[in-house]
């Protein structure tokens, strides 16, 4: 779009891998389409405190393995009110900004298409989340590093349990969402994965002892994605010790290392190409859409779309992972 001559850019929410490969790519691809750079400080919260400096080729150098975000994030509540957005309109147009690209999860996206509706301004989305809940997207950026990272530890917390005769139940990120766990059982050759989708309708645990889970191995590991659906790992153990006293149970609760760590190949592939292709978007007369991936292929997935809750989770992976797990 011929009005399109400077585009500002942040990161929002919970930070994924891979967010730095994002913020490279918009920006290196904006200046090679002649628009100018602004980067917005810590999410939302730059737009409403006036914390926005000017990008160029080299404040994205040497920042494709870093984890984490270089443009920060913050919570704003600020920003979900009427008023916050005002502020935050009144920023853009002072700064002379005129589309936005949003980096962040649910949360984010969800704010960005509130704003976008109320100021009929252009903003594009990437998916940086590790959770890969996004609605239109077969991938998000930093989900498979979190599943590298994931794998790697619970390879680590098998050699204790086998040692010791052991029932593990590892905590996940996620909370409605469990594909890490899931997968992440799979990846690590682990016996189950308590989930929240299938949590909403039956015992897991319950069914697990029930199957006779442990009936060929000495040590058992079982992946428990966080949150109140499945009541974690906590909640899990707890429930062994008082229903099922014959178990010698431990937790480890991964917690936020899954969020860290240098961005895997394909989180940097992956990002790079969100990235420039958020910049086509724009300069298409895109407006209000996420970028998302579908086999291999980019494709423009609306706001209202990829925002929507409860992505399903693949029955053939359940499948896959009770049958490998006798």
Sequence with gaps: MDSIKCIGLLT???????????????TRAAIYKGLEVKGILRGYRG???????????????????????????ARCQEFQTVEGRQIAYEALKRENIDAL???GGDGSLTGARIFAQEYNYPIVGLPGTIDNDLQGTDLTIGYDTALNTIMQAVD?????ASSHER?????????????????????????????????????QLADLISNGFRKSKNSSLVLVTEG????????????????YPQYDV????????QRGGSPT????????????????????????????????????????????????????????????SI
């Design 12 to 26: 929002s929410g919970g930070d994924a891998p891979g967010m730095n490969a994002a913020i490279r790519a918009v």
């Design 47 to 73: 737009l409403i405190f006036d914390e926005i400096v000017p990008f160029q080729s080299n404040s994205v150098s040497n920042i494709i393995q870093q984890g984490g975000t270089i443009l920060k994030t």
């Design 101 to 103: 690209v949003v980096i």
């Design 156 to 160: 680590k917390i098998r050699d204790t």
């Design 167 to 203: 029932l593990f139940f590892i905590e996940i990120m996620g909370r409605e969402c469990g594909n890490l766990a899931l997968n992440g059982a799979i990846a690590s050759g682990a016996e189950a994965a308590i989930i929240p989708e299938i949590s909403i309708q039956q015992d």
């Design 228 to 243: 109140d659906i499945t009541g974690g790992a906590m909640a899990m153990a707890e429930r062994v010790k008082i229903e």
């Design 250 to 257: 431990r937790v480890t609760i991964l917690g936020h290392v």
């Design 265 to 324: 190949a394909n989180d940097r592939i992956l990002a790079s190409r969100m990235g420039a292709a958020a910049i086509d978007a724009l300069l298409d007369g895109q407006r209000n859409v996420m970028i998302g991936i579908q086999n291999d292929v980019i494709v423009y997935v609306p706001f209202s779309k990829a925002i929507k809750k409860n992505k399903p989770i693949q029955q053939d992976l359940v499948d896959t992972l009770k049958i490998l």
